[in-house]
Protein backbone atom coordinates (compact mmCIF):
# COMPACT_ATOMS: atom_id res chain seq x y z
CA UNK A 1 0.00 0.00 0.00
CA UNK A 2 1.65 3.31 -0.91
CA UNK A 3 1.67 5.92 1.58
CA UNK A 4 -0.01 9.55 2.05
CA UNK A 5 2.82 10.94 4.58
CA UNK A 6 3.17 14.70 4.60
CA UNK A 7 -0.30 14.95 2.40
CA UNK A 8 -2.65 17.45 4.32
CA UNK A 9 -6.34 16.60 3.07
CA UNK A 10 -9.22 18.46 4.50
CA UNK A 11 -12.25 16.49 4.55
CA UNK A 12 -15.68 18.63 4.23
CA UNK A 13 -18.65 16.38 6.07
CA UNK A 14 -21.95 17.49 4.56
CA UNK A 15 -25.29 16.42 5.76
CA UNK A 16 -26.81 12.65 4.76
CA UNK A 17 -26.60 9.47 6.08
CA UNK A 18 -23.60 8.46 4.55
CA UNK A 19 -21.67 10.77 6.84
CA UNK A 20 -21.25 7.64 9.09
CA UNK A 21 -19.05 6.24 6.54
CA UNK A 22 -16.62 9.40 6.46
CA UNK A 23 -15.02 8.43 10.19
CA UNK A 24 -13.86 5.38 8.65
CA UNK A 25 -12.67 7.47 5.80
CA UNK A 26 -10.68 9.20 7.85
CA UNK A 27 -9.46 6.43 9.88
CA UNK A 28 -8.13 5.08 6.43
CA UNK A 29 -6.65 8.04 5.22
CA UNK A 30 -4.74 8.10 8.64
CA UNK A 31 -3.49 4.58 8.69
CA UNK A 32 -1.13 5.39 5.42
CA UNK A 33 0.38 8.41 6.62
CA UNK A 34 -2.71 11.39 5.69
CA UNK A 35 -3.23 14.45 7.88
CA UNK A 36 -6.43 15.06 7.73
CA UNK A 37 -8.39 18.35 9.27
CA UNK A 38 -12.33 17.46 9.32
CA UNK A 39 -14.95 20.59 8.36
CA UNK A 40 -18.37 19.75 8.81
CA UNK A 41 -21.63 21.86 7.44
CA UNK A 42 -24.31 22.16 10.37
CA UNK A 43 -26.27 18.97 9.42
CA UNK A 44 -23.98 16.63 9.24
CA UNK A 45 -23.67 17.35 12.68
CA UNK A 46 -27.07 15.78 12.80
CA UNK A 47 -26.28 12.48 11.77
CA UNK A 48 -22.17 12.84 13.29
CA UNK A 49 -21.27 14.03 16.05
CA UNK A 50 -17.98 16.13 15.95
CA UNK A 51 -16.49 14.26 18.87
CA UNK A 52 -16.26 11.42 16.58
CA UNK A 53 -14.55 13.17 13.79
CA UNK A 54 -12.07 14.42 16.58
CA UNK A 55 -11.32 11.39 18.18
CA UNK A 56 -10.63 9.75 14.77
CA UNK A 57 -8.65 12.55 13.40
CA UNK A 58 -7.05 13.65 16.42
CA UNK A 59 -7.86 17.17 15.85
CA UNK A 60 -10.79 19.71 16.56
CA UNK A 61 -13.24 19.73 14.14
CA UNK A 62 -13.51 23.30 12.31
CA UNK A 63 -17.44 24.22 11.99
CA UNK A 64 -17.50 27.79 12.56
CA UNK A 65 -16.89 30.16 8.75
CA UNK A 66 -15.27 33.00 11.37
CA UNK A 67 -13.80 31.38 14.20
CA UNK A 68 -12.30 33.76 16.68
CA UNK A 69 -9.59 30.84 17.73
CA UNK A 70 -8.46 30.42 14.27
CA UNK A 71 -5.31 32.55 12.89
CA UNK A 72 -6.91 36.04 12.87
CA UNK A 73 -10.20 35.02 13.12
CA UNK A 74 -10.18 33.94 9.43
CA UNK A 75 -10.59 30.10 9.57
CA UNK A 76 -11.39 29.78 6.04
CA UNK A 77 -8.24 31.33 4.65
CA UNK A 78 -6.08 29.88 6.56
CA UNK A 79 -7.35 26.21 5.96
CA UNK A 80 -7.65 26.84 2.38
CA UNK A 81 -4.27 27.46 2.50
CA UNK A 82 -3.27 24.28 5.15
CA UNK A 83 -5.00 21.50 2.45
CA UNK A 84 -3.12 19.90 -0.38
CA UNK A 85 -6.72 18.22 -1.10
CA UNK A 86 -10.17 18.99 -0.61
CA UNK A 87 -12.61 16.18 -0.25
CA UNK A 88 -16.36 16.71 0.42
CA UNK A 89 -17.63 13.03 1.44
CA UNK A 90 -20.50 12.82 1.81
CA UNK A 91 -21.35 15.61 -0.89
CA UNK A 92 -25.37 15.71 -0.27
CA UNK A 93 -27.48 17.11 -3.54
CA UNK A 94 -27.53 20.83 -1.90
CA UNK A 95 -24.07 21.13 -1.26
CA UNK A 96 -23.38 20.04 -4.74
CA UNK A 97 -25.64 22.59 -5.81
CA UNK A 98 -24.31 25.32 -3.71
CA UNK A 99 -20.53 24.65 -4.85
CA UNK A 100 -21.69 24.95 -8.64
CA UNK A 101 -23.39 28.34 -8.04
CA UNK A 102 -21.09 29.74 -5.66
CA UNK A 103 -22.51 29.97 -2.39
CA UNK A 104 -20.12 30.68 0.29
CA UNK A 105 -22.76 30.73 3.90
CA UNK A 106 -21.07 28.58 5.76
CA UNK A 107 -17.25 27.49 6.68
CA UNK A 108 -17.09 24.65 3.69
CA UNK A 109 -18.76 26.27 0.65
CA UNK A 110 -16.54 29.20 1.77
CA UNK A 111 -13.15 27.09 1.92
CA UNK A 112 -14.31 25.82 -1.65
CA UNK A 113 -14.10 29.02 -3.16
CA UNK A 114 -11.02 30.31 -1.39
CA UNK A 115 -8.55 27.47 -2.56
CA UNK A 116 -6.86 27.30 -5.40
CA UNK A 117 -6.21 23.51 -4.12
CA UNK A 118 -7.26 20.65 -5.80
CA UNK A 119 -11.26 19.46 -5.20
CA UNK A 120 -12.45 16.51 -5.13
CA UNK A 121 -16.59 15.51 -4.19
CA UNK A 122 -17.94 12.16 -3.74
CA UNK A 123 -21.73 12.17 -4.15
CA UNK A 124 -24.18 10.81 -2.07
CA UNK A 125 -27.99 10.98 -2.35
CA UNK A 126 -31.30 8.86 -3.34
CA UNK A 127 -30.83 7.80 -6.70
CA UNK A 128 -33.62 9.93 -7.88
CA UNK A 129 -32.02 13.35 -6.96
CA UNK A 130 -28.77 12.12 -8.30
CA UNK A 131 -30.56 11.17 -12.37
CA UNK A 132 -32.72 14.77 -11.60
CA UNK A 133 -31.35 17.09 -14.53
CA UNK A 134 -30.85 19.76 -11.86
CA UNK A 135 -28.34 17.18 -10.14
CA UNK A 136 -26.73 16.13 -13.66
CA UNK A 137 -26.00 19.99 -14.79
CA UNK A 138 -24.59 21.24 -11.34
CA UNK A 139 -21.84 18.29 -11.57
CA UNK A 140 -21.63 18.77 -15.06
CA UNK A 141 -20.76 22.13 -14.17
CA UNK A 142 -18.30 21.00 -11.50
CA UNK A 143 -16.78 18.66 -13.88
CA UNK A 144 -16.05 21.63 -16.37
CA UNK A 145 -14.30 24.04 -13.79
CA UNK A 146 -11.80 20.74 -12.83
CA UNK A 147 -13.45 19.17 -9.66
CA UNK A 148 -13.53 15.58 -9.76
CA UNK A 149 -16.66 13.25 -9.23
CA UNK A 150 -15.35 10.53 -7.24
CA UNK A 151 -18.71 8.62 -7.46
CA UNK A 152 -21.61 7.52 -7.10
CA UNK A 153 -21.67 3.69 -6.70
CA UNK A 154 -25.34 1.95 -7.19
CA UNK A 155 -26.56 -0.58 -5.17
CA UNK A 156 -29.04 -0.58 -1.76
CA UNK A 157 -29.40 2.63 -0.52
CA UNK A 158 -30.49 4.05 3.14
CA UNK A 159 -34.03 4.53 1.63
CA UNK A 160 -34.68 1.36 0.68
CA UNK A 161 -34.21 1.72 -2.85
CA UNK A 162 -31.39 0.33 -4.93
CA UNK A 163 -29.67 2.46 -8.01
CA UNK A 164 -26.90 4.89 -7.93
CA UNK A 165 -26.41 7.39 -5.41
CA UNK A 166 -24.46 5.52 -2.91
CA UNK A 167 -21.15 7.48 -1.76
CA UNK A 168 -18.12 5.06 -2.59
CA UNK A 169 -16.86 3.14 0.16
CA UNK A 170 -14.19 4.45 2.34
CA UNK A 171 -11.22 2.23 0.74
CA UNK A 172 -12.14 3.07 -2.52
CA UNK A 173 -12.09 6.91 -1.96
CA UNK A 174 -8.90 6.68 0.10
CA UNK A 175 -7.51 4.93 -3.04
CA UNK A 176 -8.79 7.43 -5.48
CA UNK A 177 -6.65 9.96 -3.02
CA UNK A 178 -3.76 7.55 -3.64
CA UNK A 179 -4.15 7.67 -7.22
CA UNK A 180 -4.69 11.38 -7.10
CA UNK A 181 -1.37 11.74 -4.91
CA UNK A 182 1.00 9.22 -7.06
CA UNK A 183 0.62 11.32 -10.60
CA UNK A 184 3.87 11.29 -11.52
CA UNK A 185 4.02 13.23 -14.84
CA UNK A 186 4.69 9.90 -16.66
CA UNK A 187 2.88 10.72 -19.74
CA UNK A 188 3.49 14.52 -19.78
CA UNK A 189 3.26 15.87 -23.25
CA UNK A 190 2.29 12.37 -24.71
CA UNK A 191 -0.85 12.82 -27.31
CA UNK A 192 -3.15 9.82 -26.11
CA UNK A 193 -6.01 8.94 -28.24
CA UNK A 194 -8.60 6.79 -25.93
CA UNK A 195 -11.83 5.27 -27.66
CA UNK A 196 -14.59 4.76 -25.10
CA UNK A 197 -18.45 3.50 -24.72
CA UNK A 198 -20.93 1.60 -27.45
CA UNK A 199 -21.42 2.09 -31.10
CA UNK A 200 -24.83 2.50 -32.43
CA UNK A 201 -25.55 0.78 -35.99
CA UNK A 202 -29.02 2.38 -37.70
CA UNK A 203 -31.33 0.06 -38.67
CA UNK A 204 -34.40 2.18 -39.30
CA UNK A 205 -35.20 5.89 -38.00
CA UNK A 206 -35.89 4.30 -34.44
CA UNK A 207 -34.07 1.33 -34.15
CA UNK A 208 -30.14 0.51 -34.01
CA UNK A 209 -27.66 -2.13 -33.12
CA UNK A 210 -25.87 -1.48 -29.61
CA UNK A 211 -24.21 -3.56 -26.59
CA UNK A 212 -24.23 -2.48 -22.59
CA UNK A 213 -21.01 -0.56 -22.41
CA UNK A 214 -21.44 2.42 -20.44
CA UNK A 215 -17.80 3.85 -21.05
CA UNK A 216 -17.15 4.39 -17.54
CA UNK A 217 -13.63 2.38 -17.72
CA UNK A 218 -13.00 4.54 -21.05
CA UNK A 219 -13.35 7.64 -18.95
CA UNK A 220 -11.67 6.62 -16.21
CA UNK A 221 -8.06 5.73 -18.39
CA UNK A 222 -9.06 9.04 -20.28
CA UNK A 223 -9.13 11.02 -16.50
CA UNK A 224 -5.80 9.10 -15.11
CA UNK A 225 -4.16 9.73 -18.86
CA UNK A 226 -4.47 13.26 -18.22
CA UNK A 227 -3.81 13.10 -14.91
CA UNK A 228 -0.09 11.88 -15.71
CA UNK A 229 0.15 14.31 -17.79
CA UNK A 230 -0.86 13.29 -21.59
CA UNK A 231 -2.68 15.54 -23.60
CA UNK A 232 -5.50 13.48 -24.43
CA UNK A 233 -8.63 13.14 -27.11
CA UNK A 234 -11.80 10.97 -26.32
CA UNK A 235 -13.70 9.61 -28.97
CA UNK A 236 -16.95 8.32 -27.76
CA UNK A 237 -20.06 6.45 -28.32
CA UNK A 238 -23.13 7.74 -26.84
CA UNK A 239 -23.19 7.89 -22.96
CA UNK A 240 -24.32 9.70 -19.95
CA UNK A 241 -21.18 10.43 -18.65
CA UNK A 242 -19.84 14.17 -17.91
CA UNK A 243 -15.95 15.09 -20.10
CA UNK A 244 -13.03 14.69 -17.64
CA UNK A 245 -11.05 17.41 -17.00
CA UNK A 246 -8.55 18.51 -19.31
CA UNK A 247 -9.47 16.10 -22.28
CA UNK A 248 -10.89 16.76 -25.44
CA UNK A 249 -14.09 14.84 -26.18
CA UNK A 250 -15.54 14.18 -29.56
CA UNK A 251 -19.05 12.59 -29.64
CA UNK A 252 -19.99 9.39 -32.51
CA UNK A 253 -22.51 7.35 -32.87
CA UNK A 254 -21.26 4.85 -35.58
CA UNK A 255 -18.54 2.46 -35.78
CA UNK A 256 -17.83 4.24 -39.21
CA UNK A 257 -18.06 7.87 -37.50
CA UNK A 258 -15.43 6.83 -34.70
CA UNK A 259 -13.19 4.66 -37.07
CA UNK A 260 -13.58 8.17 -39.38
CA UNK A 261 -12.15 10.44 -36.62
CA UNK A 262 -9.59 7.73 -35.25
CA UNK A 263 -7.70 7.63 -38.29
CA UNK A 264 -7.61 11.72 -38.87
CA UNK A 265 -6.02 11.52 -35.27
CA UNK A 266 -3.91 8.18 -34.92
CA UNK A 267 -0.73 8.70 -37.25
CA UNK A 268 -0.22 11.97 -34.64
CA UNK A 269 -0.94 9.82 -31.53
CA UNK A 270 1.93 8.45 -29.45
CA UNK A 271 -0.59 6.10 -27.44
CA UNK A 272 -3.74 4.91 -28.56
CA UNK A 273 -5.80 3.23 -26.20
CA UNK A 274 -9.14 1.18 -27.91
CA UNK A 275 -11.59 0.78 -24.99
CA UNK A 276 -14.87 0.93 -27.09
CA UNK A 277 -16.76 -1.39 -27.53
CA UNK A 278 -17.14 -1.26 -31.09
CA UNK A 279 -19.98 -3.12 -32.98
CA UNK A 280 -18.66 -5.87 -35.27
CA UNK A 281 -21.24 -5.68 -37.71
CA UNK A 282 -23.59 -2.88 -39.16
CA UNK A 283 -27.27 -3.23 -41.42
CA UNK A 284 -26.01 -3.36 -44.80
CA UNK A 285 -28.59 -1.13 -45.41
CA UNK A 286 -30.45 1.33 -43.45
CA UNK A 287 -34.36 1.82 -44.39
CA UNK A 288 -35.52 5.52 -44.24
CA UNK A 289 -38.50 4.85 -42.80
CA UNK A 290 -39.47 3.16 -40.04
CA UNK A 291 -39.69 -1.20 -40.80
CA UNK A 292 -43.49 -2.41 -39.89
CA UNK A 293 -44.44 -4.95 -38.13
CA UNK A 294 -45.76 -7.43 -41.18
CA UNK A 295 -44.04 -10.41 -41.08
CA UNK A 296 -43.91 -13.53 -38.55
CA UNK A 297 -40.14 -13.15 -38.89
CA UNK A 298 -37.70 -11.09 -40.32
CA UNK A 299 -33.91 -11.11 -41.72
CA UNK A 300 -31.68 -8.61 -40.81
CA UNK A 301 -28.47 -8.59 -43.34
CA UNK A 302 -25.27 -7.46 -41.41
CA UNK A 303 -21.66 -6.28 -42.84
CA UNK A 304 -18.34 -6.22 -41.55
CA UNK A 305 -17.80 -2.72 -39.91
CA UNK A 306 -14.05 -1.27 -40.05
CA UNK A 307 -12.02 -2.91 -37.76
CA UNK A 308 -10.63 0.15 -35.74
CA UNK A 309 -7.80 -1.50 -33.66
CA UNK A 310 -6.52 -3.46 -36.17
CA UNK A 311 -6.14 -1.01 -38.67
CA UNK A 312 -4.07 1.44 -36.28
CA UNK A 313 -2.03 -1.06 -35.06
CA UNK A 314 -1.26 -1.99 -39.00
CA UNK A 315 0.04 1.82 -39.40
CA UNK A 316 3.40 2.66 -40.43
CA UNK A 317 5.38 4.32 -37.39
CA UNK A 318 1.89 4.29 -35.51
CA UNK A 319 1.41 4.54 -32.16
CA UNK A 320 1.58 2.51 -29.13
CA UNK A 321 -1.33 0.49 -29.31
CA UNK A 322 -3.35 -0.99 -26.12
CA UNK A 323 -6.45 -3.21 -27.04
CA UNK A 324 -9.24 -5.01 -25.21
CA UNK A 325 -11.03 -7.89 -24.80
CA UNK A 326 -13.93 -8.41 -23.24
CA UNK A 327 -14.87 -12.21 -23.10
CA UNK A 328 -17.78 -14.53 -21.45
CA UNK A 329 -15.14 -17.58 -21.84
CA UNK A 330 -11.65 -18.05 -21.92
CA UNK A 331 -10.86 -14.90 -21.58
CA UNK A 332 -6.59 -15.13 -21.84
CA UNK A 333 -6.78 -17.62 -25.17
CA UNK A 334 -9.24 -15.05 -26.63
CA UNK A 335 -7.19 -11.94 -25.37
CA UNK A 336 -3.97 -13.38 -26.60
CA UNK A 337 -5.04 -14.41 -30.13
CA UNK A 338 -6.68 -11.25 -30.75
CA UNK A 339 -2.96 -9.31 -29.16
CA UNK A 340 -1.05 -11.33 -31.69
CA UNK A 341 -3.53 -11.49 -35.01
CA UNK A 342 -3.61 -7.50 -34.25
CA UNK A 343 -0.35 -7.39 -33.46
CA UNK A 344 -0.78 -5.25 -30.39
CA UNK A 345 1.42 -3.87 -27.86
CA UNK A 346 -0.44 -4.54 -24.65
CA UNK A 347 -3.96 -5.92 -24.04
CA UNK A 348 -6.45 -5.76 -21.21
CA UNK A 349 -8.35 -8.26 -21.02
CA UNK A 350 -11.98 -8.87 -18.73
CA UNK A 351 -14.79 -11.04 -17.94
CA UNK A 352 -18.13 -9.67 -18.36
CA UNK A 353 -21.32 -11.07 -17.35
CA UNK A 354 -20.03 -11.48 -13.90
CA UNK A 355 -22.27 -9.77 -11.34
CA UNK A 356 -20.55 -6.79 -9.82
CA UNK A 357 -17.69 -6.55 -12.58
CA UNK A 358 -17.48 -5.21 -16.29
CA UNK A 359 -20.33 -3.64 -18.06
CA UNK A 360 -22.82 -1.80 -16.48
CA UNK A 361 -20.77 -1.55 -13.23
CA UNK A 362 -18.54 0.62 -10.80
CA UNK A 363 -15.81 -1.92 -10.43
CA UNK A 364 -13.86 -3.86 -12.90
CA UNK A 365 -10.44 -6.55 -13.03
CA UNK A 366 -8.66 -6.45 -15.90
CA UNK A 367 -5.70 -9.06 -17.06
CA UNK A 368 -3.00 -7.28 -19.00
CA UNK A 369 -1.36 -9.20 -21.82
CA UNK A 370 2.02 -7.92 -23.69
CA UNK A 371 5.21 -9.50 -25.51
CA UNK A 372 6.76 -11.45 -22.71
CA UNK A 373 4.43 -10.76 -19.89
CA UNK A 374 1.66 -10.06 -18.18
CA UNK A 375 -0.03 -8.60 -14.90
CA UNK A 376 -3.47 -9.09 -13.29
CA UNK A 377 -5.14 -5.51 -12.12
CA UNK A 378 -7.59 -7.33 -9.69
CA UNK A 379 -11.17 -5.87 -8.72
CA UNK A 380 -11.22 -2.21 -8.09
CA UNK A 381 -13.35 1.27 -8.87
CA UNK A 382 -13.09 1.93 -12.27
CA UNK A 383 -11.21 5.38 -11.03
CA UNK A 384 -8.50 3.79 -9.19
CA UNK A 385 -8.13 0.64 -12.16
CA UNK A 386 -8.01 3.26 -14.74
CA UNK A 387 -4.67 4.96 -12.63
CA UNK A 388 -3.37 1.23 -12.59
CA UNK A 389 -3.27 0.81 -16.31
CA UNK A 390 -2.27 4.42 -17.07
CA UNK A 391 0.48 3.52 -15.19
CA UNK A 392 1.26 -0.25 -16.57
CA UNK A 393 1.14 1.57 -20.05
CA UNK A 394 3.34 4.36 -19.53
CA UNK A 395 6.00 2.18 -17.99
CA UNK A 396 5.42 -0.28 -21.14
CA UNK A 397 5.90 2.43 -22.85
CA UNK A 398 9.09 4.14 -22.06
CA UNK A 399 10.41 0.39 -21.84
CA UNK A 400 9.82 -0.07 -26.04
CA UNK A 401 11.22 3.31 -26.62
CA UNK A 402 14.28 2.37 -24.23
Known amino acids: MQSLANKRLLLGVTGGIAAYKSADLVRRLKEIGADVQVAMTPAATHFVGPLT ?16 NAEAGMGHIELARWADLLLIAPASADFIARLAHGFANDLLSTLCLATDRPIAVAPAMNRLMWRN ?8 ILTQRGIRLWGPAAGEQACGEVGEGRMLEPLQLRDAAIAHFTTDGSLRDLKVLITAGPTREDIDPVRFISNRSTGRMGFAVADAAACAGARVTLVSGPVSLPTPPDVERIDVA ?3 EMYDVVMSRATAADIFIATAAVADYR ?29 VAALDHGPFTVGFAAETR ?5 AEDKRRRKQLDMIAANQVGVPGSGFESEQNALHVLWEGGEKVLPLADKTQLGHELIALIAERYHARRH
Open 283 to 311: PAARTEHKIKKTQETFTLTLERNPDILAT
Open 254 to 256: SAQ
Open 330 to 334: NVLEY
Open 133 to 140: PATRENCR
Open 53 to 68: FQAVSGRPVRLELLDP
